[in-house]
């Protein structure tokens, strides 16, 4: 098939003709109503039903007896703490807000392709870790492995084992339903995963809380909404220097929080603002740095890529920092644990944290890394084999939803890690003249898929 082809190449268009089956959206992801989270502006509502309380009384008796937290710390509390958090209890992917991987199908086969394309590239090793962080409801996670067992027949003498990265006792159940239908094993021995399973198509899966806990080793790892959902650092410049913007009791409405300025500069002004910055607000998010300082480390010493996609700036926005309850926005103030709060991606920082350890490409638009990905081809494919109109409409409605501009194509954002030798060849810097150029990344150039497409047909 297709011999006039790199393999990779080959490989690509192969599996976007493969398997034209539509996976049915389950009836609570109702498109039209989503609420992207990258959406900024609109209404802001007050909170209302459900248990308010919890986050917010441990929060307050804390306040009351050491004064304002940093907005991390209450980011912290209000998202994973362990018995309230919103994480924790509620879960939200699909209830508050939508995501890629729940819109289209499309969008994790195409990344499942990336991950088969980078494996090879980087000299097909005999095995690799899929290690995600926070999947969510494991979406992403089952189409990644539809397309993994479409492939089989290249990754055969390859070991393949799924990682997954998840504090919340509530998702990570719901993952264990959608990936292996339930037949999980909790706390297996020896292993520092607190739950362990097989994948319907045969495939390890392994359950943790931290990063630290996932075994070392040939890893590919990927981050989608996930680094929105960690604690960021909010500073505010004032004609007497930089203060941190805190959290505290609203001493006029009774259990009600506000936002308040550290008196004085606090450790974190010290050590996040830059002396060149330009800007008058600034959000920083030390747990995002210190997440990529760790992946670009395990790249660097075990070898493997990082993909990371989320909606972001490249150090230019200031407050970003949001909630979203209902697919509405909601006061980040109100009602904590009930509600998602998020903030926009500094790749700027994040590249930073991986300098001198990896290489980074992008962040490039999603629009531009999908159409890249071949995903104009792969939506062809799947309208070719459906049969009735209501699905092809489906097909185009979510193609438009990553692919539009005004929807998700311009506001999420593709970033990855990858080792020095992947980009650039050691043997160049000493002897340009030797220079086989090194197969493209995909997603992040041109892939001319289109060649393939003409000479299938
Ligand atoms: N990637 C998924 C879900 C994004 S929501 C998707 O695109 O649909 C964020 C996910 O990260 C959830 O699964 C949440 O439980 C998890 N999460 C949030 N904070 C976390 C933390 N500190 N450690 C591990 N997982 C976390």
Redesign the pocket.
Known sequence: MLPQLPPCRALLATALGLAGRHRLLPCHHAPLLARLRCSAGGEVRAAGGGDAGGVLRHLMLKLRATGPVTVAEYMREA??NPGQGY?TRR???GQDFI????ISQIFGELIGIWYISEWMAMGKQNAFQLVE?????G??TSDILRVFNQLASVLSKCDVSIHL????PK?SAIQAEMLTGGKVQSNPENNSAYMKGISKTGIPIYWY??IQDVPQGYSFYLA???LD??PIHKFQRTEKGWHEVLVDIDPEVPDQLRFVLSPSRTPATENFIQPEETRDHVEVCPEAGILIQRLACRIEKNGGAALIADYGHDGTKTDTFRGFRNHKHHDVLKAPGTADLTADVDFSYLRKMAEGRTATLGPIRQREFLKNMGIDLRLQVLLQNSRDSATREQLLHSFDMLMNPKKMGDCFHFFALLPHHRVVRPAEKDNPQSKSPLPPVAGFGELSLNVHHHSRG
Request: net charge negative; proline share 7%; charged share 15%.
């Open positions: 998202l994973t994480y879960g939200g992917v995501t890629s991987p729940e962080l926070g999947p969510g409801t979406t992403l990265v998840e504090v919340s998702l809380r931290d989608h909404e996930f959902a960690l």
